[in-house]
C-alpha cells in the first residue's frame, strides 16, 4: 500500500525552462509534506517542506505547493539547472510528528544544458 | 565534517553470514533512524531511535537489530543474510520538536549479499 505517490519515474526539462515534479498521497492524516534531492552514492539531502496548513512555500528557486482537497502536491523549480539534475523524493510526516517519513519512489530530474 | 557517517561505504558478503553497518552523527540530534532502499528504489524506514529507546520498529526480520550505544550512535546488525537483503541502507537523524520535520541522511551502505 504506497501512501505517497510519484507517477513519474523521470523528466526531462531546458536550462533556464520550469521544472514542475509531482506527487499524490492517500492518507489525509499526513500533516507535514518534504521535498529531498538526491545524487548518485550520496545520501538524500532536504529541500524544502510545507506544513499541511499552508498551501505554498517558496525558498529560492525551489517553490511547493499543497492541494489538500486533490491530497497532491507539486515541487517547482525556476528557472532549472543542470546541477538540479538528480532524484527527487517526496515524503510525508504522519501527524504527531513520531519522526516516521514516507517516501514516494522519486522522480528522476534531468536538467539538459 | 560529516554530519551523519556511515561505515562502511560498500559490504559484500555470503548468504548465511552476521555483518554490522555503523552510524554516526555530530549534529546532537535525538532521534536517530535506518533506511532501507531496495532494488526499486524504495525508501522504507525500518527504525527509530530517540535518545537510545527504540520508537518506531517496523515490520522488519528478526534478524535485523538495531543497537544505539549512546545518542550519536546507531549500528545495524543483521545476522543470517538473505539474497533478499541485498539493499542501499540509509542511516539518518534529526531533532524532535523542530518546526521543518527535516532529518538529515548519511551517505548510505551497499549491501551485496551474493
Known amino acids: 500500500d504506497q501512501q505517497v505517490k510519484q507517477n513519474s519515474p523521470s523528466l526531462s526539462v531546458q536550462e533556464g525552462r520550469i521544472s514542475i515534479l509531482n506527487c499524490d498521497y492517500t492518507n489525509s492524516m499526513f500533516d507535514y509534506f518534504l521535498w529531498y534531492k538526491k545524487y548518485p552514492a550520496e545520501g538524500p539531502t532536504f529541500l524544502i517542506s510545507?506544513?499541511?496548513?499552508?498551501d505554498k512555500n517558496e525558498d529560492g528557486r525551489f517553490t511547493v505547493f499543497l492541494n489538500k482537497s486533490a491530497k497532491h502536491l507539486s515541487l517547482h523549480i525556476v528557472p532549472s539547472q543542470p546541477g538540479d539534475s538528480a532524484v527527487y523524493f517526496c515524503a510525508a510526516s504522519l501527524t504527531g510528528n513520531t519522526g516516521k517519513l514516507i517516501f514516494g519512489q522519486g522522480t528522476t530530474l534531468q536538467v539538459k544544458p | 565534517d560529516t554530519a551523519v557517517s556511515q561505515t562502511p561505504k560498500y559490504l559484500v558478503t555470503q548468504m548465511g553470514n552476521d555483518k554490522s553497518i555503523k552510524c554516526e552523527q555530530n549534529l546532537g540530534h535525538d532521534t536517530m533512524y535506518w533506511y532501507k532502499q531496495d532494488s526499486k528504489k524504495f525508501l522504507k524506514i525500518m527504525f527509530s531511535y530517540n535518545n537510545k529507546e527504540l520508537i518506531i520498529n517496523e515490520t522488519v526480520p528478526n534478524r535485523f537489530s538495531p543497537k544505539s550505544p549512546d545518542k550519536a550512535h546507531l549500528n545495524l546488525h543483521i545476522n543470517s543474510l538473505e539474497l533478499g537483503d541485498s539493499a542501499v541502507y540509509f542511516c539518518a537523524s534529526s531533532q524532535p520538536g523542530t518546526s521543518s520535520y527535516e532529518q538529515y541522511f548519511g551517505p548510505g551502505t551497499r549491501l551485496t549479499v551474493t
Open positions: 510545507i506544513s499541511s496548513i499552508k
